[in-house]
C-alpha cells in the first residue's frame, strides 16, 4: 500500500510560469513532509520541507503548501525555469519515538519538464 | 564539505561475486543510510545507522550485508546475489539520528547483477 502518493508521473510547463506538484498521503503518524529533487545518474537534492504544524513554507522560487485534514502537500515553483527539469519527489516522515522515526517514505515521482 | 561520496559509480558482478560499495562524508553528521532505487520507483529503505551503530534493518536479505567502520565511512558488502538486486544503491547521511527527513544522498551506484 503506497503511504505517498504522486499521481502525475510528468508534468510540461512553459519557462516563466507556475508549475505546481502535487503529493496525498495517507498515514495520519506522518507529520514532516519533504521534496527532493533528483537530476538523471545524481542522487536525490533536498529541496524544502514543512513540519505539520504549518500550512506553508517558502524558500526563493520554491513554496511547499500542506493541508493536513485533506493529506495533501504541493509545490509551487515560480517562476520555473529550464533548469528545474527534474524528477521530484515527495518523501513523509514520522518524527515520532521508535523505530518508524527513522523511516523516510517516498513517492514515485513525478518528471518536471520546464520549456524554453 | 557538504558531499556524499559513493565509489563506485557503476558496479558490474556476477551471481558468485563478493563485492563491496563505499560511501563516505564529512560533514559531521551521525546518521547514515543506504537506500535501493529501481528504475522509475522512490528510493526504498535498506539500512540506517545511528552514531555507527545499526539501528534500522528493513529486513534486508543476508546477501546485503551494511558495515559502519567510523562515523565518515559506510560500507554495503555484496554476495551471492541476484539479477533482481540491479538497481542504484544510494547512500545518505543527516545531521539528525532522529529523522525529520533532511538527508544528504550520494550520486549513486549503480548496481548490475549478471
Known amino acids: 500500500d503506497q503511504q505517498v502518493k504522486q499521481n502525475s508521473p510528468s508534468l510540461s510547463v512553459q519557462e516563466g510560469r507556475i508549475s505546481i506538484l502535487n503529493c496525498d498521503y495517507t498515514n495520519s503518524m506522518f507529520d514532516y513532509f519533504l521534496w527532493y529533487k533528483k537530476y538523471p545518474a545524481e542522487g536525490p537534492t533536498f529541496l524544502i520541507s514543512i513540519s505539520s504544524i504549518k500550512d506553508k513554507n517558502e524558500d526563493g522560487r520554491f513554496t511547499v503548501f500542506l493541508n493536513k485534514s485533506a493529506k495533501h502537500l504541493s509545490l509551487h515553483i515560480v517562476p520555473s525555469q529550464p533548469g528545474d527539469s527534474a524528477v521530484y519527489f515527495c518523501?513523509?516522515?514520522?518524527?515520532?519515538?521508535?523505530?518508524?522515526?527513522?523511516?523516510?517514505?517516498f513517492g514515485k515521482g513525478t518528471k518536471l519538464s520546464v520549456i524554453p | 564539505d557538504t558531499e556524499v561520496t559513493q565509489t563506485p559509480k557503476h558496479l558490474v558482478m556476477g551471481m558468485t561475486n563478493k563485492k563491496s560499495l563505499k560511501c563516505e562524508q564529512h560533514?559531521?553528521?551521525?546518521?547514515m543510510y543506504w537506500y535501493k532505487q529501481k528504475a522509475k520507483k522512490p528510493p526504498e529503505l535498506m539500512f540506517v545507522?545511528?552514531?555507527?551503530?545499526?539501528?534500522i534493518n528493513e529486513s534486508v536479505p543476508s546477501r546485503f550485508s551494511p558495515e559502519c567502520p567510523n562515523s565518515s565511512l559506510l560500507n554495503l558488502h555484496l554476495h551471492a546475489l541476484q539479477p533482481e538486486d540491479s538497481a542504484l544503491y544510494l547512500c545518505?547521511?543527516?545531521?539528525?539520528?532522529?529523522?525529520?527527513?533532511?538527508?544528504?544522498f550520494g550520486e549513486g551506484s549503480r548496481l548490475t547483477v549478471l
Open positions: 518523501a513523509a516522515s514520522a518524527t515520532g519515538s521508535g523505530a518508524g522515526s527513522y523511516q523516510l517514505t
Open positions: 560533514m559531521g553528521h551521525r546518521a
Open positions: 545518505a547521511s543527516s545531521p539528525r539520528t532522529r529523522n525529520t527527513g533532511e538527508l544528504f
Open positions: 545507522y545511528s552514531y555507527e551503530k545499526l539501528s
